[in-house]
């Protein structure tokens, strides 16, 4: 499966190995031969009466001396050219003791002069090489010792590949690669791995490089679909490519990974690295949690199903109870002898309006407690404190009780609600300030709503002068069935919590002064105070007291 040539470089040695003997073997040969050639130009210098620029030709010595390499070759460049130099001036000096022409000096100038040039540059290219070779081994560095995964790629068949298809005609490569999957897994297949870190190998269950995978198909399932993407981002060089994909490491389960290059015109494409990031942990993780979201959420839709059978029960209860009353009036008209037809009917009206509130009832209950959407349009809180109370007056009365409504402000405000939600919300504190208040004398059972505006909010109190709240108690009275009522389903609060909060409100509750209950809503205004007043004819005549 793995062929070793593709895993290494192109001297056949794996990239960050040592060099290997022979090239160290080589260094005497080379300084003989440079010797042997200086010693050659010195006799030819020193010893020939021609007049010949032959210094200059030390610069080969140089050359060849120092092309060897090794550990020291700064040391090895100024040994030689030392050597190179002094050997020109002393050739110059015995071609002077013969009487040397007078151009031998110019000579011998012009030698030093290229030698010293060659030497700068040599030493230049020397130190230039040296960095290079510092930045490599620090990404050597980098590359075997990181916690991520990196492969080196390269894409140069792709990008061949690319430029075939451009040659071809084609010009949307981004269409070509959708339209072409058989071109896709053929690119996968010639994009080969040409280096991996440890961190690399251990994901993929391998223990060393020579088992490592060759291509990139090796690792990548048929299925893949992210390489198309990577086509398309080789062929727009784009800075940066990142995917997520699935790997197949040797032996076990495939593993998620997001992969990142860069490929940016200034990247060399046949040594991409990719940063490998193992994502399955996560993703698994993602999966977990979503599956449990999904069973709570079942669950709660489960007991959101009891929750609303017993908030309907227990808000029809009102409507309910007026309905029977207007049935019992229409049962006295008939029964009369004569009967009074004209009071019959009327009480019939109030009895067909009592069952449409009764299902509007409904209708809102499903939609807070099943948490459906609920209908919004600008409500102005007087009318609606007024139309409630106007509602609840018989219950009051029943009991002995009163309401009374406080507004400390001249402003009309308004919200963006559900006007039966908001209602029911009334209702149900009206109730049980009216039930609170049993024990209390006659003269003092009043309920008092107040209304005012508190910054951009609307405040609503409902106090009531019963026994106040039991601060012994520590159940959660906004809680669904807390109760301390024998009769009671400890569902009016939980729904008037529900449906507050859904109006972006909050409902809390103390104890008055005197000693009765307090419960305080407060709801977001939704309008400018002018928009409200000019609003106020239309939102006061759609308020209709169903009962
Ligand atoms: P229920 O009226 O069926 O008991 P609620 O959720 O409306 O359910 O009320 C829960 C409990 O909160 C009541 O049983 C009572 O103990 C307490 N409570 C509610 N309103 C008042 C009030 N105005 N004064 C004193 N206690 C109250």
Redesign the pocket.
């Known amino acids: 499966m793995f062929s070793q040539a593709i895993l290494r470089g192109p001297s056949g040695r794996m990239r960050g190995e040592a060099p290997s003997p022979s090239a160290a073997g080589r260094l005497p040969g080379v300084w003989i031969f440079a010797a042997g050639l200086a010693a050659a130009i010195f006799s030819l210098d020193a010893f020939t009466r021609d007049d010949l620029a032959v210094a200059s030709l030390y610069v080969l010595v140089l050359l060849i001396g120092t092309s060897a390499g090794g550990p020291h070759r700064r040391t090895s460049i100024l040994v030689w050219s030392a050597v190179c130099a002094a050997l020109a001036v002393l050739g110059y000096s015995i071609f002077r003791s013969y009487g040397a022409p007078p151009l031998a000096l110019a000579h011998l100038g012009i030698g030093l002069t290229v030698l010293l040039v060659a030497t700068i540059l040599l030493l230049r290219n020397h130190s230039a090489k040296s960095s290079v070779e510092r930045s490599d081994r620090r990404y050597r560095i980098v590359f075997d010792t990181l916690a991520i995964a990196i492969w080196e790629h390269d894409f140069t068949p792709i990008v061949a590949a690319l430029q075939r298809l451009r040659d071809g005609g084609v010009t949307d490569i981004r269409r070509y690669v959708a339209e072409h999957p058989e071109f896709v897994i053929e690119m996968r297949r010639s994009v080969r791995i040409t280096d991996v870190n440890a961190t690399a190998l251990t994901m993929m269950g391998v223990t060393n490089k020579d088992d490592f995978f060759s291509h990139l198909s090796g690792f990548l399932p048929e299925t893949d679909d992210s390489f198309a993407e990577c086509i398309v981002a080789i062929d727009e060089r784009r800075a940066l490519f990142q995917t997520e994909a699935i790997v197949m490491p040797l032996n076990g389960e495939a593993r998620q990974i997001i992969v990142a290059f860069g490929l940016g015109p200034d990247a060399s494409l046949d040594r991409v690295p990719g940063s490998i990031l193992d994502v399955s942990h996560r993703r698994a993780l993602e999966t977990q949690i979503l599956r449990t979201r999904e069973e709570l959420a079942e669950s709660q839709r489960t007991s959101a199903v009891a929750a609303m059978s017993a908030s309907i029960a227990?808000e029809l209860n009102q409507p309910m109870s007026a309905i029977q009353s207007y049935a019992d009036a229409a049962n006295r008209w008939l029964s009369r002898n004569p009967p009074n037809l004209m009071e019959a009917k009327e009480a019939l009206a109030g009895l067909t309006m009592g069952v449409q509130h009764a299902r509007t009832v409904m209708q809102r209950v499903r939609a807070l407690v099943g948490q459906a959407r609920i209908e919004l349009c600008d409500i102005e809180l007087d009318g609606l404190i007024a139309t409630t109370v106007a509602l609840m007056r018989r219950e009051a009365a029943e009991h002995g009780a009163r309401l009374i409504i406080l507004p400390e402000t001249d402003d009309t405000l308004t919200v963006r609600g559900d006007r039966i939600l908001l209602k029911q919300v009334l209702i149900?504190l009206i109730t049980?300030?009216i039930?609170?208040m049993v024990n209390t004398p006659p003269e003092r059972r009043i309920v008092t709503l107040t209304l005012d505006r508190k910054g951009d909010q609307a405040y609503i109190a409902v106090t009531?002068s019963?026994?106040?709240?039991?601060v012994s108690?520590s159940g959660n009275?906004f809680g669904s069935f807390?109760?301390?009522?024998r009769n009671?389903?400890?569902?009016?609060?939980?729904i008037a919590k529900m449906a507050v909060d859904r109006h972006e409100g909050a409902i809390t509750r103390r104890n008055s002064e005197e000693g009765g209950?307090v419960?305080e809503v407060m709801l977001p205004l939704s309008v400018d105070l002018d928009v409200g007043i000019a609003d106020r004819r239309s939102d006061g005549a759609q308020e209709s007291v169903a009962v």
């Open positions: 227990h149900n049980n300030a039930q609170a009531d019963g026994p106040g709240w039991d108690e009275v807390y109760t301390t009522k009671g389903m400890g569902l009016g609060l939980s209950a419960v």
